[in-house]
């Protein structure tokens, strides 16, 4: 029978999911600073159009769409990474209940618990 290892150090804990909400708090405000520069070339763009010629419309509206997909897609990411820090708290509060031990076990069991408790979340969404 296999002995069960446990890890010196936790591979999870309060602290390391503070510091990755901290770095994610702090890419979602480089990615407002760096959206509202974005939007201002867009406006200065917008004095290089003519408004009687259809390509410099077509281009200024592709430019338009561009950068609000690249807007969008940077709010996503960040929002996508909180929901998962969520979880990961959730699963931090859960195991200190349970086992104060257990966020020192293997790595396996910690993402299959980890797994588990996202997908019982995704079930009471529903």
């Known amino acids: 029978m296999p002995k069960e290892y446990v ?8 602290q390391k999911v503070d510091r990755i909400l901290k ?3 702090d890419n979602a405000d480089t990615d407002r600073i760096e959206a509202s520069n974005l ?5 200065a763009q917008l004095s290089v159009v003519i408004p009687n010629d259809r ?3 077509e281009g200024y509206v592709r430019l338009v769409n561009t950068a609000l997909a690249a807007i ?4 996503n990411a960040n929002d996508k990474l909180l ?4 979880v990961i708290q959730k699963f931090i509060q ?3 209940k349970e086992d104060p031990v257990g966020l020192g076990k293997a790595a396996g069991s910690f993402f299959s618990q980890l797994t588990a408790i996202s997908s ?3 079930d009471e969404d529903d």
């Open 7 to 14: 890890l010196k150090n936790p591979i999870i804990s309060r």
């Open 23 to 25: 770095t994610i708090k």
């Open 39 to 43: 939007l201002e070339e867009i406006k």
């Open 55 to 57: 390509e410099s419309l």
């Open 72 to 75: 969008n897609q940077m709010g």
């Open 83 to 86: 929901k998962l820090t969520g």
């Open 94 to 96: 859960q195991t200190e």
């Open 120 to 122: 019982k979340k995704d």
